[in-house]
């Protein structure tokens, strides 16, 4: 079964300071993982996906297949981070998306 | 260009009520989904589409639950009759492969 698991439902920061959004995963072949954003009053977008090794608004992803984690990372935090989060995985072969929970990220200023 | 396109963006009902969905899916889209997100969950896929054809329906409750794509383009997603658990936000996704999904901006439901 696939399952995405992210601990943390909110989290709170400073601006400037290192922020870190936890997802683990269930899976037994090779996933590939995602993070999608949803911003105050807009869509759900995609972030970045690990495959693109990409950083995007200045976000990183790491896949630990060994931790089978997928941990968002910014060293920075900017207040127009401030949204909610969603790690999200696809199987191999497969098509659908299964979602985590969440994470509401708040940056302080 | 456009985005995904929903309607309506609210809508409350009582229950054992019927409901409709509409997605108009960005031009030229082959995928479809429609997910239901409830409070304070991840979004959570009922049904994909690959043109007009049902790819995975596996978690869409199909004796209230129904939803077609009769020219392959728009969808509707219909509830008869509601459950107040089916209060939730509806997405609805499209994609030109199996690559990024692209969401509408959903309809919010409660069910009385």
């Known amino acids: 079964a696939q399952r995405v698991t992210q601990p943390e439902k909110l989290l709170s920061v400073f601006k400037g300071a290192p922020v870190e959004l936890k997802c683990n995963y269930s899976y037994s072949g090779s996933p590939e993982l995602f993070w999608y954003v949803q911003y105050s009053r807009q869509r759900l977008q995609l972030l970045l996906r690990?495959?693109s090794r990409e950083s995007i608004k200045g976000f990183t992803a790491d896949l630990n297949k060994g931790e089978t984690s997928f941990h968002l990372k910014k060293p920075f935090a900017q207040e127009e981070d401030s949204a909610m989060y969603y790690c999200a995985l696809k199987g191999q072969g497969a098509q659908k998306l299964v979602f985590g929970q969440g994470t509401r990220l708040t940056i302080n200023p | 260009e456009a985005g995904v396109a929903q309607s309506p963006r609210y809508k409350i009902i009582e229950k054992r009520q019927s409901v409709a969905f509409w997605c108009n899916p960005i031009?030229?889209?082959?995928?479809l989904y429609w997910y239901q997100q409830i409070l304070g969950q991840g979004p959570k896929l009922l049904i994909q589409f690959q043109n007009n054809g049902v790819v995975d329906d596996s978690q869409l409750p199909k004796d209230r639950f129904s939803a077609e794509r009769l020219k392959g383009v728009d969808s509707t997603l219909k509830i008869q009759p509601a459950k107040l658990e089916d209060s939730a936000v509806y997405l609805c996704?499209?994609?030109?492969?199996?690559?990024?999904?692209?969401f509408g901006p959903g309809t919010r439901l409660l069910v009385l």
């Open positions: 996704a499209s994609s030109p492969t199996q690559e990024t999904q692209y």
């Open positions: 690990h495959i």
């Open positions: 031009s030229g889209h082959a995928t």
